[in-house]
């Protein structure tokens, strides 16, 4: 998974509600013995230390996210990966393994199926079509801006690689705004990799 980002920014690990209720009566009893002075200062290094908790709740979910997208590649059923000779029929190969230009739809359509089985809602999507000089296969840049809980954003991002071989992940990103809530603002680019248009009267 060599050049995958995988970003975060705002605050993003749910820290539960309960602890933000505990601190609440900590500062209380904490004022009623020591005073207010004493209680804000308790508060601001229990502050201090679910700053800290979120950063390394966020780390350890991405790098269970990059690790769960390296085994859904892996994981693809064996017909689906072509062990590949060298030379011109190595190329001959990889093209003849992308899906064709004209099911580019049922490609999209799929990728929608996939998010709403994990709970995910694709209200809106950006698309770039690319061509690579020289080739005859193009890169279709899919961008999609998600709401949703960062569970069901994983889960979608992983089923979608595992059952679409021609799907890429190139990036994504996390935002959240609000540390008591568990939904989160995600940025997923992926590429669809496809053979390039068939023109009329040829062949591809």
């Known amino acids: 998974m060599a050049g995958l980002k995988?970003?975060?920014?705002?605050?993003?690990?749910?820290?539960?509600?309960?602890?933000a209720a505990r601190m609440g009566w900590e500062a209380r009893r904490i004022g009623a013995r020591l005073g207010w002075g004493a209680a804000a200062g308790a508060c601001a290094l229990a502050a201090a230390a679910l700053c800290a908790w979120q950063s390394q709740r966020l780390q350890a979910?991405?790098?269970?996210?990059?690790?769960?997208?390296?085994?859904?590649?892996?994981?693809?059923?064996?017909?689906?990966?072509?062990?590949?000779?060298?030379?011109?029929?190595?190329?001959?190969?990889?093209?003849?393994?992308?899906?064709?230009?004209?099911?580019?739809?049922?490609?999209?359509?799929?990728?929608?199926?996939?998010?709403?089985?994990?709970?995910?809602?694709?209200?809106?999507?950006?698309?770039?079509?690319?061509?690579?000089?020289?080739?005859?296969?193009?890169?279709?840049?899919?961008?999609?801006?998600?709401?949703?809980?960062?569970?069901?954003?994983?889960?979608?991002?992983?089923?979608?690689?595992r059952d679409m071989p021609a799907l890429t992940l190139d990036s994504v990103t996390f935002k959240r705004e609000q540390i008591d809530t568990g939904e989160v603002e995600a940025r997923v680019h992926f590429n669809l990799l496809v053979r390039t248009a068939v023109a009329k009267g040829g062949r591809r």
């Open 61 to 161: 979910r991405q790098y269970d996210l990059a690790q769960q997208i390296s085994a859904a590649r892996t994981a693809q059923p064996a017909q689906q990966r072509v062990a590949l000779p060298d030379g011109a029929r190595r190329v001959a190969a990889f093209y003849a393994y992308l899906p064709a230009h004209d099911t580019i739809p049922d490609l999209l359509k799929q990728l929608v199926d996939v998010a709403a089985k994990n709970g995910v809602v694709l209200a809106k999507a950006d698309y770039k079509a690319q061509a690579e000089d020289g080739a005859a296969f193009m890169r279709y840049q899919i961008t999609l801006p998600i709401k949703a809980d960062y569970a069901k954003v994983q889960a979608f991002i992983v089923g979608a690689l």
């Open 6 to 19: 995988i970003a975060s920014s705002g605050q993003q690990a749910g820290a539960p509600s309960m602890l």
